[in-house]
T-cell receptor, first 114, second 110 residues
């Protein structure tokens, strides 16, 4: 089974802190994604990556950056955390199949910024 | 992407079939219908996807109407562990990122 792991399930940070969220997948997937999930807003794409050292902005990249130095690892960085970044953060990976893509999600990190 | 409409909540008795509808009346010819679910405090889980033919796997069946404007996800024998939020997404095959709406909160009751 594909396994996507995230470094923390729960995280509490202070406003202005630099925050690192780590994601690792073990199935050699090329594609990796960072989303945030908020009540009433659904799942929104922050950044994604199709290859090592490659990144693309999603719908809401402001206030975030990413790093992909190795194929299995995709990091999300909050340069200066703010209270409006309190959210559930989900990492996912995917690879093409015969009939399309299946995304495999990690368990999520619930980040609270105080 | 085509917009989807799902009922906000549904109940189902344990052991009975759960039929979850999704309306996607503006779907275009190259868009697939995907279903995911999210059990409380977990990441979303892929269930099934299809283009126009009915699909079945070990988890569920997907029935797409002939005009492709709506679909139904069927869990043939719902268990308490199927209690989750179910998301219907319409997406072009070449785009593999997913964006979920509010979904349907399915509660399976004993």
């Amino acid at each position: 089974d594909v396994k996507v792991t995230q470094s923390s399930r729960y995280l509490v940070k202070r406003t202005g802190e630099k925050v690192f969220l780590e994601c690792v997948q073990d199935m050699d997937h090329e594609n990796m994604f960072w989303y945030r999930q908020d009540p009433g807003l659904g799942l929104r794409l922050i950044y994604f990556s199709y290859d090592v050292k490659m990144k693309e902005k999603g719908d809401i990249p402001e206030g975030y950056s990413v790093s992909r130095e190795k194929k299995e690892r995709f990091s999300l960085i909050l340069e200066s955390a703010s209270t409006n970044q309190t959210s559930m953060y989900l990492c996912a990976s995917s690879a093409p199949t015969m009939t399309g893509y299946e995304q495999y999600f990690g368990p999520g990190t619930r980040l609270t910024v105080t | 992407d085509a917009k989807t409409t799902q009922p906000p909540s549904m109940d189902c008795a344990e052991g009975r079939a759960a039929n979850l509808p999704c309306n996607h009346s503006t779907i275009s010819g190259n868009e697939y219908v995907y279903w995911y679910r999210q059990i409380h405090s977990q990441g979303p889980q892929y269930i099934i996807h299809g283009l126009k033919n009915n699909e079945t796997n070990e988890m569920a069946s997907l029935i797409i109407t002939e005009d492709r404007k709506s679909s139904t996800l069927i869990l043939p024998h719902a268990t308490l562990r199927d209690t989750a939020v179910y998301y219907c997404i319409v997406r072009v095959l070449t785009f593999n990122d997913m964006r979920f709406g509010a979904g349907t909160r399915l509660t399976v009751k004993p």
